[in-house]
């Protein structure tokens, strides 16, 4: 079965501050997707990867797929307290991609 | 556009108790749907995913079932619920090319 990690699973970090969210997987795939999901609600998508060298970015964060590693990236710019909330990376798998597996997420904390 | 729809938002039900979760979809033909638990403080379980009618897969062996009787609704049963069963379910669906996108959930608490 595919396997997705995600590390760190908890980061607080002071606003301004730049920080790397990783999440690796086990499976060839080239179909990576990030969300955010607030304190009890649903989750929101972020950024869809769909090819080696991918990046993508809006406004403070940016993401990134290295299919060869089989690691993505999302990238924090000088963060800021609306930027709190868990993160999650899921992987595409299965016929026409399917299937996602997801990461356990990333609780980012950013304190004023 | 598309959108997706759950309810109850959230449920209280005893131990032993059925359960019945609904799922619709709005604004889309032929989605796939899948059926997502959170536990408190967790990430995501794919319970059970859909890509037709009546093509349901089950990802994790438990006391849930699904189905789908129409092409944009899915619903989630069980005819007994364990304590086990307390969590956040997600309802989401995807087209082909597409990311999944995501209902706004249902809390359920089983005492």
């Known amino acids: 079965e595919l396997k997705v990690e995600q590390n760190p699973l908890f980061l607080s970090m002071q606003e301004g501050k730049n920080y790397t969210i990783y999440c690796n997987y086990s499976t060839t795939s080239d179909r990576l997707y990030w969300y955010r999901q607030d304190p009890g609600k649903s989750l929101e998508s972020l950024f869809v990867?769909?090819?080696?060298?991918a990046v993508k970015q809006e406004g403070r964060l940016m993401a990134s797929l290295d299919t060869k590693a089989r690691l993505s990236t999302l990238h924090i710019t000088a963060a800021v307290h609306d930027l709190s909330a868990t993160y999650f990376c899921a992987v595409g798998a299965g016929y026409n991609f399917n299937k996602f597996y997801f990461g356990s997420g990333t609780k980012l904390n950013v304190k004023p | 556009s598309q959108t997706i729809h759950q309810w109850p938002a959230t449920l209280v039900q005893p131990v032993g108790s059925p359960l019945s979760l609904e799922c619709t979809v709005e604004g889309t033909s032929n989605p796939n749907l899948y059926w997502y638990r959170q536990a408190a403080g967790r990430g995501l379980q794919l319970l059970f995913y859909?890509?037709?009618?009546?093509?349901i897969s089950s990802e994790v062996p438990q006391n849930l079932s699904a189905s789908r009787p129409q092409d944009r609704q899915f619903i989630l049963s069980s005819k007994k619920l364990l304590l086990s069963d307390s969590g956040f379910y997600l309802c989401?669906?995807?087209?082909?090319?597409?990311?999944?996108?995501f209902g706004p959930g249902t809390r359920l608490t089983v005492t």
């Open positions: 989401a669906w995807r087209t082909t090319g597409r990311e999944q996108y």
């Open positions: 859909s890509i037709g009618i009546d093509q």
């Open positions: 990867l769909l090819s080696n060298g």
